[in-house]
């Protein structure tokens, strides 16, 4: 089955800095990627996700890169802003069922 | 009911009692899933179903059961709670296909306390 994993578990930058986060994932044939966001006290909410037919996708101030060979993939976001404190997943669709298996995520903080 | 609910918001079980967390979702997606979240990190697969009929372990399966009677509901039951299943409990729906996933919705979770 997937295993995937998630570096760092803890990320502080300055307001205005990029963030990055990145994962890698265990099951070649997995084919979606997707990132969520948890704020304290609620259910993690998508934020972004790549398919495995593409190598980067972008949404204004983030981005998800992806590259298969070396199975890892990561979140980067730019001009960070306080709302942006949160919790940050990463995850991978398990190929032996329409399963999702999840990283151990990252608790990110924005310094003002 | 718009999204997916879960219910009890929170609750205090004795190590023993049987427990069910209700989950129910209105979008009509055919799969459902619980996870349990730990410490605040790591959102941990229970059990899922891809589709009403059926259900599929995850990670840490032990001590919980499912069913999926229709395509709604998908109950999860610790049919005898001991401390260590302590945790927030979520429940997510998403439309799947044989090789393909859409995004999950969760629930707002279900914060379990066994004494």
């Known amino acids: 089955g997937e295993n995937v994993e998630q570096h760092p578990s803890t990320l502080s930058v300055q307001e205005g800095d990029s963030a990055v986060i990145k994962c890698t994932y265990s099951?070649?044939?997995?084919?979606?990627f997707p990132w969520y966001k948890q704020e304290l006290g609620k259910g993690p909410q998508l934020i972004i996700d790549?398919?495995?037919?593409?190598g980067e996708k972008k949404d204004q101030r983030i981005a998800v890169t992806l590259n298969k060979t070396a199975k890892h993939f990561s979140l980067h976001i730019t001009e960070t802003q306080p709302e942006d404190s949160a919790v940050y997943f990463c995850?991978?669709?398990?190929?032996?069922?329409?399963?999702?298996?999840f990283g151990s995520g990252t608790r990110l903080s924005i310094r003002p | 009911i718009a999204g997916i609910t879960q219910a009890p918001t929170s609750q205090i079980l004795a190590a023993g009692r049987r427990m069910t967390l209700r989950c129910t979702q209105d979008?009509?997606?055919?799969?459902m899933y619980w996870y349990r979240q730990d410490l605040g990190l790591g959102l941990r697969l229970i059990h899922y179903?891809?589709?009403?009929?059926?259900?599929g372990k995850g990670e840490v399966p032990d001590g919980y059961s499912v069913s999926r009677a229709n395509t709604d509901d998908f109950p999860l039951t610790l049919a005898s709670a001991v401390p260590s299943q302590t945790s927030v409990y979520f429940c997510?729906?998403?439309?799947?296909?044989?090789?393909?996933?859409?995004?999950?919705?969760f629930g707002p979770g279900t914060r379990l306390t066994v004494l």
């Open positions: 179903s891809n589709t009403a009929g059926t259900t």
């Open positions: 979008m009509r997606h055919n799969a």
């Open positions: 099951d070649s044939a997995s084919n979606y």
């Open positions: 790549i398919r495995s037919n593409v």
């Open positions: 997510a729906s998403s439309v799947v296909g044989t090789s393909w996933v859409n995004e999950q919705f």
């Open positions: 995850a991978a669709r398990d190929s032996s069922a329409s399963k999702i298996i």
